[in-house]
C-alpha cells in the first residue's frame, strides 16, 4: 500500500514538473501579433470555460416557446401543388440514347423487318459502301483532320473571319529575285573594297 502510495506522488510531481517546464517554454512563445502568450490564452480560455454555467449575461434573457404552425381552418383545406415532373427522365424526346440501348433497338428492328426486303438497318448502311462513296467519306475525313474544311466545326476553331486572308496580301509576290541578287552582288562587291561609307553603321 504504501509503495503504491509512493508511486502515486512521484507520478503527481513528474506530472507537476513536466507542466512547470511547459509552461515556462510556453512563457516566452510568441504572440503573434496578439499581445498575449499561448498559455496566457490557455488560461483565459480555461476560465471562460469554467464560467460558462454561472455567466451573468444570460441571467435576464427569457426564452420564448416556439410559436405554432400556421394551418388553414376548417373548409378551407386546398389541393397542394402537383410537383413539376422530372425532366431527367427516359420518356423525355431529348433523353440520350445509350450504347446498349442502341444496339437493343437495332436488334429488334432487324428482328421485326426479317422478311422485308428494302429494309436496310444502320449497321448494313455503315457497312455496304460503294467505292465512290468510300472515297468521298475518306477525303473528307482528310479534310477535317487537316483543317481544310469550311465552316466552324469544333469550339476550338477560330472564327471564319479569322481564316479568311486579306486578297491583297495574298497577291503581293514581293521583292523580284532579280533585285534580291543585284542587291546581294552589289553588297559582296563593296565588301571586297572595304569601303562602308555607304553603311556607317557597320
Given at each position: 500500500?504504501?509503495?503504491?502510495?509512493?508511486?502515486?506522488?512521484?507520478?503527481?510531481?513528474?506530472?507537476?514538473?513536466?507542466?512547470?517546464?511547459?509552461?515556462?517554454?510556453?512563457?516566452?512563445?510568441?504572440?503573434?501579433?496578439?499581445?498575449?502568450?499561448?498559455?496566457?490564452?490557455?488560461?483565459?480560455?480555461?476560465?471562460?470555460?469554467?464560467?460558462?454555467?454561472?455567466?451573468?449575461?444570460?441571467?435576464?434573457?427569457?426564452?420564448?416557446?416556439?410559436?405554432?404552425?400556421?394551418?388553414?381552418?376548417?373548409?378551407?383545406?386546398?389541393?397542394?401543388?402537383?410537383?413539376?415532373?422530372?425532366?431527367?427522365?427516359?420518356?423525355?424526346?431529348?433523353?440520350?440514347?445509350?450504347?446498349?440501348?442502341?444496339?437493343?433497338?437495332?436488334?429488334?428492328?432487324t428482328d421485326e423487318n426479317a422478311n422485308n426486303p428494302n429494309y436496310k438497318s444502320a449497321i448494313q448502311e455503315g457497312r455496304k459502301l460503294n467505292s465512290?462513296?468510300?472515297?468521298?467519306?475518306?477525303?473528307?475525313?482528310?479534310?477535317?483532320?487537316?483543317?481544310?474544311?469550311?465552316?466552324?466545326?469544333?469550339?476550338?476553331?477560330?472564327p471564319v473571319s479569322y481564316r479568311q486572308a486579306d486578297p491583297a496580301v495574298l497577291q503581293d509576290l514581293g521583292e523580284p529575285e532579280k533585285a534580291k541578287?543585284?542587291?546581294?552582288?552589289?553588297?559582296?562587291?563593296?565588301?571586297?573594297?572595304?569601303?562602308?561609307?555607304?553603311?556607317?553603321?557597320?
Open positions: 500500500m504504501t509503495d503504491m502510495r509512493s508511486v502515486r506522488v512521484l507520478a503527481g510531481v513528474s506530472g507537476l514538473v513536466v507542466l512547470g517546464f511547459s509552461l515556462g517554454g510556453c512563457a516566452t512563445s510568441p504572440t503573434y501579433g496578439t499581445g498575449v502568450t499561448a498559455a496566457e490564452q490557455l488560461m483565459d480560455d480555461l476560465g471562460s470555460a469554467a464560467s460558462i454555467g454561472s455567466s451573468k449575461k444570460t441571467a435576464g434573457v427569457k426564452y420564448t416557446p416556439r410559436p405554432g404552425l400556421v394551418v388553414p381552418g376548417k373548409g378551407e383545406e386546398v389541393a397542394l401543388v402537383e410537383p413539376q415532373a422530372s425532366i431527367a427522365d427516359k420518356t423525355n424526346g431529348q433523353w440520350l440514347e445509350s450504347p446498349e440501348e442502341m444496339r437493343a433497338r437495332v436488334a429488334r428492328e465512290k462513296d468510300q472515297w468521298a467519306a475518306f477525303r473528307e475525313a482528310r479534310k477535317v483532320q487537316e483543317g481544310n474544311y469550311e465552316g466552324r466545326r469544333y469550339l476550338s476553331d477560330p541578287e543585284k542587291r546581294r552582288k552589289k553588297a559582296a562587291a563593296m565588301a571586297k573594297t572595304g569601303s562602308n561609307w555607304w553603311n556607317p553603321f557597320q
